[in-house]
């Protein structure tokens, strides 16, 4: 299983960046995606995830409602897309999956996902 975070950068308050996840090694409508990221000199938390059904998405509370997570089981990809960005936002952003437990939930715990990608830099910054 090999999964590639892409689509960092850096922008400035207020804008938009979407991120994407393309996975490999796996026929991802049977995994849940989970969303991570890491500020310098901070522990790595659960941003969002995505359900194998697609039905159900989570969100910690401060990127809800700026925060959109989707995912194209054919592409093998998902895409946070986040908006609003703020400089508390700026971290390494890292795209991780497993094999869902529970077609209607997904973790927002490091230790919910075994398969982790590389990570993507996000900064914020006027």
């Known amino acids: 299983v090999q999964l590639q975070a892409s689509g960092g950068g850096l922008v400035k308050p207020g804008g938009s960046l979407r991120l994407s996840c393309a996975a490999s090694g796996l026929i991802l409508k049977y995994y849940d995606i989970g969303w991570f990221r890491q500020a310098p000199g901070k522990e790595r938390e659960g941003v969002s995830c995505i359900s194998m059904r697609d039905t159900t998405t989570g969100y910690i509370d401060s990127v809800k409602g700026r925060f959109t997570i989707s995912r194209d089981n054919a592409e093998s990809t998902v895409y946070p897309q986040m908006n609003s960005l703020q400089p508390e936002d700026s971290a390494v952003y890292y795209c991780?999956?497993?094999?869902?437990?529970?077609?209607?939930?997904?973790?927002?715990?490091?230790?919910?996902?075994?398969?982790w990608g590389q990570g993507t830099l996000v900064t914020v910054s006027s």
């Open positions: 991780a999956t497993e094999l869902s437990k529970d077609p209607a939930s997904c973790g927002l715990h490091l230790n919910d996902y075994h398969y």
